[in-house]
């Protein structure tokens, strides 16, 4: 009866064997430093949690690589319509994290909606374009793709989460460039933009706790005793690992690092401050060579897809990635504001860990078919 979901060995051997090398190299490093960040406190179980989030994953994703993604294709609108009912769900009746209702909870389990509809829009977009035969530039076209946007964010905007909400952003603005919408639409969009920001800004929708942690960046000390204490510490921790880190004690029975020790849940949000401080600025370049590597092969995959669906689907997963990781690392040097935006694949998060693969899971099995399999 699982014969059906048995991966034939002919269409394993195109497995980008790259990216899914990084992948786990990129995972277990992450658990490694939640592990070092953690032990002997109350997440000491985190580090645990997440490998046996990976095991899970893992098994998923290779039941996943069984069914060919133009098969997926026919359950698009299924999925993007049950991530939305997920978010309406979850806006009015999940449980609040951060300061946003986002979440929702099966047991021990939880689960942030916003992460299943971030894969919806770039699915429905991916097969909308598909159909259109690419043609993005027709006004029906673009404003269908704009609804099929619109409806997903507008949720995650009322829970509130303003991290997910650029995530969507970013990578709907990577489709769009990508698939060639005129750049005049474009740059019309990011005024557009602009003005809703101020408008919201303005309007009482954004509560003043998440004014502050977006403006703490520009003067973290002027709200050192608030919203600006993480990033402070962030800055002394990874400012304290210097070339080679800190080198960390692997039989410390607690915690080690200037980090691991001042930044609140550093095992999530800021743990790229830990790895720099524990590492040094080499420790932090073979994170960033090994998302180099994948997203390199990623890229190539996308440029050589068999179909608009599968070329759309990995932009749209390469967005996410190049965004996320320059947000977050760029929030805990105190470039970017701080938007509790996770380190893709390092910060601890079992639910997170598992859709992230799954995202990576499509992107190879597009490659996987790039080319017809003769049986």
């Known amino acids: 009866m699982f014969r059906q979901f048995k991966l034939d060995r002919r269409i394993f051997k195109d497995i980008d064997k790259t990216i899914l090398f990084s992948m786990i190299s990129i995972v277990l490093y992450g658990i490694f ?42 359950y698009v609108p299924l999925f993007y319509w049950g991530a939305v009912l997920l978010l309406i769900g979850t806006t009015f009746f999940g449980s609040v994290v951060n300061g946003a209702r986002g979440w929702i909870r099966f047991g021990p389990v939880s689960l942030q909606a916003s992460e299943v ?9 991916g097969k909308k374009l598909d159909e259109m035969d690419g043609k993005i530039n027709d006004t029906k076209n673009f404003f269908i793709l704009v609804f099929y946007c619109a409806v997903p964010v507008i949720f995650i905007l009322k829970q509130p989460d303003m991290g997910m909400t650029m995530v969507c952003f970013f990578i709907v603005l990577g489709i769009f460039y990508v698939s060639g919408l005129d750049l005049k639409i474009i740059g019309g969009g990011l005024v557009s933009l602009v003005i809703g920001i101020i408008i919201v800004w303005n309007s009482g929708f954004i509560e003043q706790y998440q004014k502050n942690r977006l ?14 204490y993480h990033l402070i510490q962030s800055l002394t921790g990874i400012g304290s690992g210097g070339l080679f880190g800190s080198r960390p004690s692997i039989t410390s029975e607690v ?23 524990q590492w040094g600025f080499l420790g932090a370049m073979f994170l960033l060579v090994l998302y180099g590597c994948m997203l390199y092969k990623m890229i190539a995959i996308a440029r050589t897809a068999k179909d608009i669906f599968g ?50 899971g499509l992107v190879l099995n597009v490659g996987m078919r790039r080319k017809k399999i003769h049986f």
């Open 33 to 74: 430093n939640i592990y070092l960040c953690t032990k002997g406190g109350v997440n000491a179980g985190c580090a645990t949690k997440q490998f046996i989030w990976l095991l899970i994953s893992l098994v998923v994703l290779y039941i996943f690589l069984a069914v060919d993604y133009s098969v997926i294709m026919n």
């Open 117 to 125: 509809a971030k894969i919806g829009i770039i699915l429905m977009l």
């Open 255 to 277: 915690a080690m690092g200037y980090a691991a020790q001042n930044v609140p849940e550093v095992h999530t949000d800021f743990i790229f401050a830990a790895i720099a401080e």
């Open 311 to 360: 070329s759309v689907i990995c932009v749209g997963i390469i967005s996410y990635f190049l965004f996320a990781i320059i947000q977050n690392i760029g929030m805990t040097i105190s470039l970017l504001p701080i938007t509790g935006i996770t380190l893709p694949l390092v910060s601890y998060g079992g639910s997170s860990l598992l859709t992230t693969i799954l995202s990576i």
């Open 215 to 228: 403006i703490a960046f520009v003067n973290p000390t002027a709200y050192e005793t608030d919203t600006g």
